[in-house]
């Protein structure tokens, strides 16, 4: 199985602040990376895919970037809904394995 | 607009079997291939499985190989995951999502999710 780890695990932040979480693959994947948002008591939400696309309806704050094994998310400004927790998943191989998460908090 | 339903909150003493189902709508149901994929309390996502609502073929995560059983009723556009032996460990969150995949260069995601369908195991 293809090992997904997420840094950091947890992140304090302000609004307005650009924040950048990074992904690595413990094998290539590629660009078959993709992040999502989970609110507390929510489904995940899809942001990007491929590893650089916004998902529709996305903020344009978001972005990603990324191939091979490394990938990051960066939120340039960040505004009070973005506190949640972001997981990055590869969907290059079955199982399609997950990042452990990054809870981003208000600082 | 797309939408995945789920059934309700389970609870389930150890050994026993759950199914949970994930009813689809607003989309051509055979089309779009459907992922399993669980939440423990507290912690991250973990998949489980895929089915094809096409033809109903399905593949596992090898640590629930034996264990699970995804099936699909076409007349009513609904997936079901049946998880049999429960365990308290087994105790969370289980979503249905929906694969969306971009024909011109193959790359996946899941675009639309279940709202989720807490499986609670305890004797």
């Known amino acids: 199985d293809i090992q997904m780890t997420q840094s950091p695990s947890s992140l304090s932040a302000s609004v307005g602040d650009r924040v950048t979480i990074t992904c690595r693959a413990s094998q290539s994947i590629s660009s078959f990376l993709n992040w999502y948002q989970q609110r507390p008591g929510k489904a995940p939400k899809l942001l990007i895919y491929a590893p650089s696309t916004l998902q529709s309806g996305v903020p344009s704050r978001f972005s990603g970037s990324g191939s091979g094994t490394d990938f990051t998310l960066t939120i340039s400004s960040l505004q009070p809904e973005d506190f949640a927790t972001y997981y990055c998943?590869?969907?290059?191989?079955?199982?399609?394995?997950f990042g452990q998460g990054t809870k981003l908090e208000i600082k | 607009q797309v939408q995945l339903v789920q059934s309700g909150a389970e609870v389930k003493k150890p050994g026993a079997s759950v199914k949970v189902s994930c009813k689809a709508s607003?989309?051509?149901?055979?089309?779009?291939?459907i992922h399993w994929v669980r939440q423990a309390p507290g912690q991250g996502l973990e998949w489980m499985g895929i089915?094809?609502?096409?033809?109903?073929?399905?593949s596992y995560a090898q640590r629930f190989q034996g264990r699970v059983t995804m099936t699909r009723d076409t007349s009513t556009s609904t997936v079901y995951m049946e998880l049999s032996s429960l365990r308290s460990e087994d105790t969370a969150v289980y979503y249905c999502a929906r694969l969306l995949s971009d024909l011109l260069t193959g790359y996946h995601s899941f675009d639309y999710w279940g709202q989720g369908t807490l499986v609670t195991v305890s004797s």
């Open positions: 998943q590869q969907s290059y191989s079955t199982p399609y394995t």
């Open positions: 089915l094809n609502p096409s033809g109903g073929s399905t």
């Open positions: 607003g989309y051509t149901f055979t089309s779009y291939y």
